[in-house]
């Protein structure tokens, strides 16, 4: 079965760096666009990133640009998100997904908690 | 890169229907037949319950239903149950691999 899990998550002082992983199994990882998707607290979902299948192309939102980067090693199925400069504003449950050919996500990880502190 | 908008809050009583709208550009939800809804019970994981503007997964009960008309998104929940109390999140493909989620929904049943 398709599992998502993510670790790194932890409490990071603000401008310090963090880098999240999601493991995947259950499937083809190397076939699969993936997602970073976070949710800050008390409020809802926030895209963050994505990385095509081979790591050919990544998108950021705005409010990550610049200062966080995506990347992907297929041949170990797990998807990074290196996380620099953090602010308060990105405390948040990060979420790794796996991208449908619909551009939805199918399948989630549980998430992992990261705490910038000021 | 503007959230999707959504009600804060629906509520309805069990049996009811439900409708939640979830409001973009022309350049998200209007742009693409690309929406998904997510329903996200608090402290569970989000669950992908239509995609493609109006498609179920398989698994997903029938009593969701979706559609779009122009920049506005609905979701609709019929036959309303206690286990649909939940949050629930529009998400539209904006173009150039860039994503955007609603302002999300909290579905009560009275």
């Known amino acids: 079965q398709v599992q998502l899990v993510e670790s790194g998550g932890g409490v990071v002082q603000a401008d310090k760096s963090l880098t999240l992983s999601c493991a995947a199994s259950g499937f083809t990882f190397s076939n699969y666009g993936m997602h970073w998707v976070r949710q800050t607290p008390g409020k809802g979902l926030e895209w963050v990133s994505i990385i095509w299948y081979d790591g050919s192309k990544k998108f950021y939102a705005d409010s990550v640009k610049g200062r966080f980067t995506i990347s992907r090693d297929n041949s170990k199925d797990t998807l990074y998100l290196q996380m620099n400069s953090l602010r308060a504003e990105d405390t948040a449950v990060y979420y790794c997904?796996?991208?449908?050919?619909?551009?939805?996500?199918?399948?989630w990880g549980q998430g992992t908690l990261v705490t910038v502190s000021s | 890169q503007s959230a999707l908008t959504q009600p804060a809050s629906v509520s309805g009583s069990p049996g009811q229907s439900i409708t939640i709208s979830c409001t973009g550009t022309?350049?998200?939800?209007?742009?693409?037949?690309?929406v998904s809804w997510y329903q996200h019970h608090p402290g569970k994981v989000p669950k992908l319950i239509i995609h493609e503007v109006s498609k179920r997964p398989s698994g997903v009960s029938d009593r969701f239903s979706g559609y779009k008309t122009g920049n506005t998104a609905s979701l609709t929940i019929s036959g309303l149950q206690a286990e649909d109390e939940a949050d629930y999140y529009c998400?539209?493909?904006?173009?150039?691999?860039?994503?955007?989620f609603g302002t999300g929904t909290k579905v009560t049943v009275l």
């Open positions: 022309s350049s998200d939800v209007g742009a693409y037949n690309l």
């Open positions: 998400y539209s493909y904006a173009g150039i691999s860039i994503y955007v």
């Open positions: 997904t796996r991208e449908t050919s619909s551009k939805s996500s199918d399948y």
